[in-house]
Nanobody, 126 residues
Framework: QAQLVESGGGLVQVGGSLRLSCVAS????????MGWFRQAPGKEREFVAA????????YYADSVKGRFTISRDDAKNTVYLQMNGLKPEDTAVYYC???????????????????WGQGTQVTVSS
């Protein structure tokens, strides 16, 4: 059974940095594109970033472009989200997700993903 476990969330001040990790098990990680989504209280879940399988390409939401970096280590079955220059509006629960053999702009859509983690809270204080 596939499982995704996020870690690395926490409380940080404005302008600070965090690195989220998501470890996958029970699936052939190299065959999956990986994405990060977030959901703030009272808001819908939104796309943050994605990296295609075999790292063919990366995708970012406009709101995080230039501040966040997604990467993957297939040897460790892990996807990372390096978040720099954090803002209060980045406060949310962050979820990682896995989409089998998906590439392209469709990775911005949550419906493309087969598996989801439980989430990790990121809080940015001003």
């Amino acid at each position: 059974q596939a499982q995704l476990v996020e870690s690395g969330g926490g409380l940080v001040q404005v302008g600070g940095s965090l690195r989220l990790s998501c470890v996958a098990s029970g699936l052939t990680f190299s065959n999956f594109s990986m994405g990060w989504f977030r959901q703030a209280p009272g808001k819908e879940r939104e796309f943050v970033a994605a990296v295609a399988w075999r790292a063919f390409s990366t995708y970012y939401a406009d709101s995080v472009k230039g501040r966040f970096t997604i990467s993957r280590d297939d040897a460790k079955n892990t996807v990372y989200l390096q978040m720099n220059g954090l803002k209060p509006e980045d406060t949310a629960v962050y979820y990682c997700a896995a989409a089998v053999l998906r590439i392209g702009e469709r990775l911005r859509g949550g419906g493309e993903y087969n598996f989801w983690g439980q989430g990790t809270q990121v809080t940015v204080s001003s």
